[in-house]
T-cell receptor, first 111, second 114 residues
Framework: DQQVKQNSPSLSVQEGRISILNCDYT??????FLWYKKYPAEGPTFLISISSIKDKNEDGRFTVFLNKSAKHLSLHIVPSQPGDSAVYFC??????????FGTGTRLQVFP | DSGVTQTPKHLITATGQRVTLRCSPR?????VYWYQQSLDQGLQFLIQYYNGEERAKGNILERFSAQQFPDLHSELNLSSLELGDSALYFCASSVIAGSYNEQFFGPGTRLTVL
């Protein structure tokens, strides 16, 4: 039972363009959502988060959008840079310490 | 560098064996989390300790156990290993309990069961 889904295993974007990573969830009780970035041979690092009472949160080049009616969130990276090439995981919380992660999307930003 | 350390980096062992993975949280962090990442899978939450006490449990097998010691480091014990236990095991820590606090991840231990 995959409660958090990232249906695109990979995404390729040209440098300077927008990268949009998508995440769908099934449990309407999730109250907090997070994005983590992971480089090879390293652990995931926190990127940005959003509470379920908001629909948008922005931090520099990164913006997360939450559509509760569609149970969908997305991460926008503008402009994309080669250093953004990594695996991106979305995660959701039920108000507890347990995070439920998606399977990840591998983003490649090419020149 | 997240400040979370995990040892060993790699571990190769045989089916039926037992291994111990070690995690040292960031200085000052009281909460430790363990995750498993199998091939092409997301991170699966296993268990969380807060200041020495078990706080939350995920899909952790009965063959697996963990503890957090008074100095706050944590160990994950995996026994009667099976081929399917081959995975990356991550430890994360946070200052206090609560998912709203950013979790800082270690580099992981790659376990290979032959």
């Amino acid at each position: 039972d995959q409660q958090v889904k990232q249906n695109s295993p990979s995404l390729s974007v040209q440098e300077g363009r927008i990268s949009i990573l998508n995440c769908d969830y099934t449990n309407s009780m999730f109250d907090y959502f997070l994005w983590y970035k992971k480089y090879p041979a390293e652990g995931p690092t926190f990127l940005i988060s959003i509470s379920s009472i908001k629909d948008k949160n922005e931090d520099g080049r990164f913006t997360v959008f939450l559509n509760k009616s569609a149970k969908h969130l997305s991460l926008h990276i503008v402009p994309s840079q080669p250093g953004d090439s990594a695996v991106y995981f979305c995660a959701a919380s039920l108000g507890t310490d347990k995070l439920i992660f998606g399977t990840g999307t591998r983003l490649q930003v090419f020149p | 560098d997240s400040g979370v350390t995990q040892t060993p980096k790699h571990l190769i062992t045989a089916t039926g064996q037992r291994v111990t993975l070690r995690c040292s949280p960031r200085s000052g962090d009281l909460s430790v989390y363990w995750y498993q990442q199998s091939l092409d899978q997301g991170l699966q939450f296993l268990i969380q300790y807060y200041n020495g006490e078990e706080r939350a449990k995920g899909n952790i097998l009965e063959r697996f156990s963990a503890q957090q010691f008074p100095d706050l480091h944590s160990e994950l014990n995996l026994s009667s290993l099976e081929l399917g236990d081959s995975a990356l095991y991550f430890c994360a820590s946070s200052v206090i309990a609560g998912s709203y606090n950013e979790q800082f991840f270690g580099p992981g231990t790659r376990l290979t069961v032959l």
